[in-house]
């Protein structure tokens, strides 16, 4: 018997493309990429439903907006339903009180990158990975949010998901040795637009140092807007690479035009040619690194290990976005590890998508 048998029936990408049409949940910016996601396997969106009611009875994307109330009426028997919204598990639960048996068809949000961590293959050959994790976290909040996060993957069920009430804002959890402290220099790897950055200083009433790096040209060019109009040349230093474990160089690969968050970096030609620097290089000669933050869509392993020499001298705080890929979410903290042992490992998430869980390290001695 399977050890995730109590959780209920596992639910795959298989069972989502077992439907034949679509309706989105969410009439925003997060529905087109569940869009291009199923248009990719061949399936079509027929119809946006969204609790806004501005936004009722009016297209979007070229299609109708309808009221949830019209969803069991107008949903056929082959027709499914995504969740193309950050409340995942406030609109499942809604929709779980309103469908009746057609809540089975409800499904979470799904692109490229998410729909790998569903169903049976995405959990049940790492029992042992995942107990070891389990074993490896420093509190039990973040014992409970691993719990709902596997049987939220498990089933395909947003309701399963738990928030970790710890969890106090973008990259901030609630304990004295988690996070940047006052006069840190701080490594923003994946700086977007600013936005992170602006956090930490405003946390720290401005006082510490900020590296951030961004490689993406649109991303860079509104981070240096993001300085100048906050006025803190003094304090940001803005650098147009990514962070790797080697210096070389790599593509950006994206799907949107500007600013785009969920850029991915690849070895092969094609798209705009970056430069990779090891962090362990670009602060060889700087003051001690206080506390990190990587979140670069699936490149985590590479800054790492770019940056033991940093982890094991200087020991800084560490937040690190563990969600790109399933099997992140016991490698990386695997591999902290080995690069710098002695760590205490929390668990928790994304304020807004509870399903993107964050890493949150810091010195056992701290």
């Given at each position: 018997m399977?050890?995730?048998?109590?959780?209920?029936?596992?639910?795959g990408?298989d069972d989502?493309?077992?439907?034949?049409r679509?309706?989105?949940?969410?009439a925003?910016?997060?529905?087109?990429?569940?869009?291009?996601?199923?248009?990719?396997?061949?399936?079509?969106?027929?119809?946006?439903?969204?609790?806004?009611?501005?936004?009722?009875?009016?297209?979007f994307?070229?299609?109708?907006?309808?009221?949830?109330?019209?969803?069991?009426?107008?949903?056929?028997?082959?027709?499914?339903?995504?969740?193309?919204?950050?409340?995942?598990?406030e609109?499942?639960?809604?929709l779980?009180?309103?469908?009746?048996?057609?809540?089975?068809?409800?499904?979470?949000?799904?692109?490229?990158?998410?729909?790998?961590?569903f169903?049976?293959?995405?959990?049940?050959?790492?029992?042992?990975e995942?107990?070891?994790?389990?074993?490896?976290?420093?509190d039990?909040?973040?014992?409970?949010?691993?719990?709902?996060?596997?049987?939220?993957?498990w089933?395909?069920?947003?309701?399963?998901?738990?928030?970790?009430?710890?969890?106090?804002?973008?990259?901030?959890?609630?304990?004295?040795?988690?996070?940047?402290?006052p006069?840190?220099?701080?490594i923003?790897?994946?700086?977007?637009?600013?936005?992170?950055?602006?956090l930490?200083?405003?946390?720290?009433?401005?006082?510490?140092?900020?590296?951030?790096?961004?490689?993406?040209?649109?991303?860079?060019?509104?981070?240096?807007?993001?300085?100048?109009?906050?006025?803190?040349?003094?304090?940001?230093?803005?650098?147009?690479?990514g962070?790797g474990?080697?210096?070389?160089?790599?593509?950006?690969?994206?799907?949107?035009?500007?600013?785009?968050?969920r850029?991915?970096?690849?070895?092969?030609a094609?798209?705009?040619?970056i430069?990779?620097?090891?962090?362990?290089?670009?602060?060889?000669?700087g003051?001690?690194?206080?506390f990190i933050?990587?979140d670069v869509?699936?490149?985590?392993?590479a800054?790492l290990?770019?940056?033991?020499?940093?982890l094991?001298?200087?020991?800084?705080?560490?937040?690190?976005?563990?969600?790109?890929?399933?099997?992140?979410?016991?490698?990386?903290?695997q591999l902290?590890?080995?690069?710098?042992?002695g760590?205490?490992?929390?668990?928790?998430?994304?304020?807004?998508?509870?399903?993107?869980?964050e890493?949150?390290?810091?010195r056992?001695?701290?």
């Amino acid at each position: 018997m399977s050890p995730y048998s109590t959780l209920g029936a596992p639910r795959g990408l298989d069972d989502v493309l077992a439907c034949e049409r679509f309706v989105l949940f969410g009439a925003g910016g997060a529905a087109g990429e569940v869009e291009r996601f199923l248009a990719a396997h061949g399936k079509s969106v027929i119809a946006f439903a969204d609790n806004a009611a501005a936004k009722q009875g009016t297209t979007f994307r070229g299609k109708p907006v309808w009221a949830p109330s019209e969803l069991g009426n107008r949903l056929g028997a082959r027709d499914a339903i995504v969740i193309a919204s950050a409340y995942q598990t406030e609109i499942a639960s809604q929709l779980a009180d309103t469908l009746g048996p057609a809540a089975s068809r409800v499904f979470p949000f799904l692109s490229g990158m998410f729909a790998p961590q569903f169903g049976r293959q995405a959990v049940e050959p790492y029992t042992d990975e995942l107990g070891r994790l389990r074993e490896r976290l420093s509190d039990e909040e973040s014992k409970t949010y691993l719990d709902a996060l596997i049987a939220f993957r498990w089933t395909m069920d947003a309701r399963r998901l738990r928030r970790n009430p710890r969890l106090t804002g973008f990259y901030a959890y609630d304990a004295p040795h988690l996070g940047p402290k006052p006069g840190d220099l701080i490594i923003d790897c994946g700086a977007y637009t600013g936005d992170t950055a602006l956090l930490y200083l405003k946390r720290l009433d401005g006082n510490a140092q900020i590296v951030a790096l961004e490689p993406v040209p649109a991303n860079f060019s509104e981070l240096i807007e993001t300085i100048a109009r906050e006025g803190l040349a003094g304090r940001i230093t803005p650098l147009p690479l990514g962070a790797g474990e080697t210096p070389s160089s790599a593509h950006i690969a994206s799907d949107e035009d500007g600013a785009d968050p969920r850029a991915t970096l690849r070895k092969n030609a094609g798209g705009i040619e970056i430069r990779l620097e090891t962090l362990d290089c670009l602060l060889s000669a700087g003051p001690r690194v206080g506390f990190i933050k990587i979140d670069v869509e699936g490149f985590e392993p590479a800054v790492l290990r770019g940056a033991r020499r940093i982890l094991g001298q200087d020991r800084p705080g560490l937040a690190v976005a563990a969600y790109h890929l399933p099997e992140h979410l016991w490698q990386l903290p695997q591999l902290i590890d080995e690069l710098a042992p002695g760590y205490r490992l929390h668990l928790g998430h994304h304020p807004a998508s509870v399903f993107e869980c964050e890493l949150f390290l810091g010195r056992a001695d701290a």
